[in-house]
């Protein structure tokens, strides 16, 4: 077997070199195949050799005395030698390719308009032309590897549009409505009963006491004469006359009223507007921080550090649009104050707690439609009261022994959100400059220009 394998393999040589000696003298014919196919090669005369070059390209079998049958075996090029009885010769060089046409077919089906062409050499398939997308590439390369072992993709592809990005314009409302009321008494005397003094609550500033003389002199503020002591002034100065004041020299008393009822509302808004790309977070912090001390523990043990803490109106939102061309949205607004009444003091520092109103939201939306967050309600009440014992238990007059001041506070917190998509082309033909009312400075040339008119001017 082996003396017959090497003689088959010297025979191939030789009819090799035989077949590029004898190309310009034997008549040569081109054959095109491909891989799987048979072909039969009919001869004038009766069959004495045949050979070829690549056995795994061409294979030959004599099916008759005068008929050849060709079989390509794998893509690539072979010499076939025929020998005839007569004395003459043929050579045919054959070129084997893969077949393609079920491979263009396949592409054609899976991706109409775009530009592939197919070429095939021994062991491998090209593809060539240009796509729309490199999804469409991978995926063309991807099919074609099933119908030969390597793939080269010179498939060219535009280069990537750029990233779509979405405009989120938040508006934030805060409404707060604040109510107090207020009542209390200040009772004085110059002189009634004999008595001079002052009655008060303490609530509210009262009268003080200034000066109580025998001597007869100009006194300013609230003066009176004790009955039986015509030389005995009394002085008492205002700190301040409430809303209702009232004073009797006749029987030197004098009464200050707090009786007020007060109500404001405050309106509160910021309109942030924050542009991010598609399935990118954002987000934006309008406040500030405080110093939080921390107590630090392990080899550092006792050791104090500060941190800082963010407070004020935040907002993180990540979006993405959909193949519908709506936005989907995460949003979350914050917003948080500081709150000094739930304070803690901890080893000797004071630590401010945190008011916080928070939501968290997942929607989604058209193009410059809106939603809103609304209720997010702070209510507070706050009451302070001051009485004299006794005096303020009697009937009808007590009233005037009690002081009782109420605060109420409430606020609501309303978020509108709307979102766009921001075109980043567009975007970039139009230059955003900011504009100016007026012309900040002239030129220098213009100046001095102004500059020389008017000395030529005072000399006509």
């Given at each position: 077997?082996?003396?017959?394998s090497?003689?088959?393999?010297?025979?191939?040589?030789?009819?090799?070199?035989?077949?590029?000696?004898?190309?310009?003298?034997?008549?040569?014919?081109?054959?095109?195949?491909?891989?799987?196919?048979?072909?039969?090669?009919?001869?004038?005369?009766?069959?004495?050799?045949?050979?070829?070059?690549?056995?795994?390209?061409?294979?030959?079998?004599?099916?008759?005395?005068q008929?050849v049958?060709?079989?390509?075996?794998?893509?690539?090029?072979a010499?076939?030698?025929?020998?005839l009885?007569?004395?003459?010769?043929?050579?045919?060089?054959?070129?084997?390719?893969?077949?393609?046409?079920?491979?263009?077919?396949?592409?054609?089906?899976?991706?109409?308009?775009?530009?592939?062409?197919?070429?095939?050499?021994?062991?491998?398939?090209?593809?060539?032309?240009?796509?729309?997308?490199?999804?469409?590439?991978?995926?063309?390369?991807?099919?074609?590897?099933?119908?030969?072992?390597t793939?080269?993709?010179?498939?060219?592809?535009?280069?990537?549009?750029?990233?779509?990005?979405?405009?989120?314009?938040?508006?934030?409302?805060?409404?707060?409505?604040?109510?107090?009321v207020?009542?209390?008494?200040?009772?004085?005397?110059?002189?009634?009963?004999?008595?001079?003094?002052?009655?008060?609550?303490?609530?509210?500033?009262?009268?003080?006491?200034?000066?109580?003389?025998?001597?007869?002199?100009?006194?300013?503020?609230?003066?009176g004469?004790?009955?039986?002591?015509?030389?005995?002034?009394?002085?008492?100065?205002?700190?301040?006359?409430?809303?209702?004041?009232?004073?009797?020299?006749?029987?030197?008393?004098?009464?200050?009223?707090?009786?007020?009822?007060?109500?404001?509302?405050?309106?509160?808004?910021?309109?942030?507007?924050?542009?991010?790309?598609?399935?990118?977070?954002?987000?934006?912090?309008?406040?500030?921080?405080?110093?939080?001390?921390?107590?630090?523990?392990?080899a550092?043990?006792?050791?104090?550090?500060?941190?800082?803490?963010?407070?004020?109106?935040?907002?993180?939102?990540?979006?993405?649009?959909?193949?519908?061309?709506?936005?989907?949205?995460?949003?979350?607004?914050?917003?948080?104050?500081?709150?000094?009444?739930?304070?803690?003091?901890?080893?000797?520092?004071?630590?401010?707690?945190?008011?916080?109103?928070?939501?968290?939201?997942?929607?989604?939306?058209?193009?410059?439609?809106?939603?809103?967050?609304?209720?997010?309600?702070?209510?507070?009440v706050?009451?302070?009261?001051a009485?004299?014992?006794?005096?303020?238990?009697?009937?009808?007059?007590?009233?005037?022994?009690?002081?009782?001041?109420?605060?109420?506070?409430?606020?609501?917190?309303?978020?509108?959100?709307?979102?766009?998509?921001?075109?980043?082309?567009a975007?970039?033909?139009?230059?955003?400059?900011?504009?100016?009312?007026?012309?900040?400075?002239?030129?220098?040339?213009?100046?001095?220009?102004?500059?020389?008119?008017?000395?030529?001017?005072?000399?006509?």
């Open positions: 077997m082996t003396m017959h090497g003689s088959r393999a010297g025979w191939a040589a030789i009819l090799a070199a035989a077949a590029l000696v004898w190309a310009e003298e034997v008549p040569t014919a081109a054959l095109e195949m491909t891989v799987g196919q048979s072909q039969v090669i009919d001869c004038p005369a009766e069959l004495a050799r045949i050979s070829t070059t690549d056995p795994a390209v061409v294979d030959t079998v004599a099916v008759s005395r008929e049958l060709l079989q390509a075996k794998g893509a690539g090029q010499t076939v030698g025929v020998w009885k007569d004395g003459s010769r043929r050579l045919y060089r054959v070129q084997v390719s893969h077949d393609l046409e079920p491979l263009r077919k396949l592409l054609r089906q899976n991706f109409p308009g775009e530009e592939i062409e197919v070429a095939g050499g021994r062991e491998a398939v090209a593809l060539s032309g240009r796509v729309s997308s490199q999804g469409v590439a991978e995926r063309a390369v991807s099919l074609a590897g099933s119908f030969a072992k793939v080269v993709n010179n498939l060219s592809v535009p280069p990537p549009a750029p990233e779509k990005q979405v405009l989120l314009r938040v508006r934030f409302a805060e409404l707060n409505r604040s109510a107090a207020s009542l209390g008494a200040n009772l004085i005397s110059t002189g009634a009963a004999n008595v001079t003094g002052r009655i008060t609550t303490g609530q509210f500033p009262a009268p003080e006491p200034g000066k109580i003389t025998s001597a007869s002199s100009i006194l300013e503020g609230v003066t004469t004790v009955p039986g002591h015509a030389s005995s002034l009394s002085n008492f100065t205002l700190s301040d006359a409430l809303n209702i004041f009232a004073f009797r020299p006749d029987i030197n008393l004098g009464a200050f009223i707090q009786a007020l009822r007060t109500q404001g509302v405050l309106q509160i808004l910021a309109e942030p507007n924050l542009v991010a790309t598609e399935g990118k977070e954002a987000s934006f912090l309008v406040g500030g921080e405080f110093p939080v001390p921390v107590v630090q523990g392990g550092s043990v006792g050791a104090v550090t500060v941190s800082f803490r963010e407070f004020g109106i935040r907002l993180t939102f990540q979006p993405e649009v959909t193949p519908r061309n709506t936005i989907k949205l995460k949003v979350k607004p914050e917003v948080s104050t500081i709150d000094m009444a739930n304070a803690v003091t901890l080893s000797g520092f004071l630590i401010p707690a945190l008011a916080t109103r928070r939501v968290e939201t997942q929607i989604e939306l058209a193009e410059g439609q809106s939603f809103v967050i609304a209720g997010l309600l702070d209510d507070r706050t009451e302070n009261l009485r004299m014992p006794g005096l303020s238990q009697v009937p009808v007059l007590g009233a005037l022994f009690r002081s009782r001041q109420e605060k109420k506070s409430k606020t609501e917190l309303v978020v509108i959100v709307t979102p766009s998509i921001a075109d980043a082309e975007l970039a033909r139009q230059a955003v400059e900011p504009t100016m009312p007026l012309e900040f400075l002239a030129p220098a040339a213009e100046s001095g220009k102004r500059q020389e008119k008017k000395p030529r001017q005072q000399e006509r």
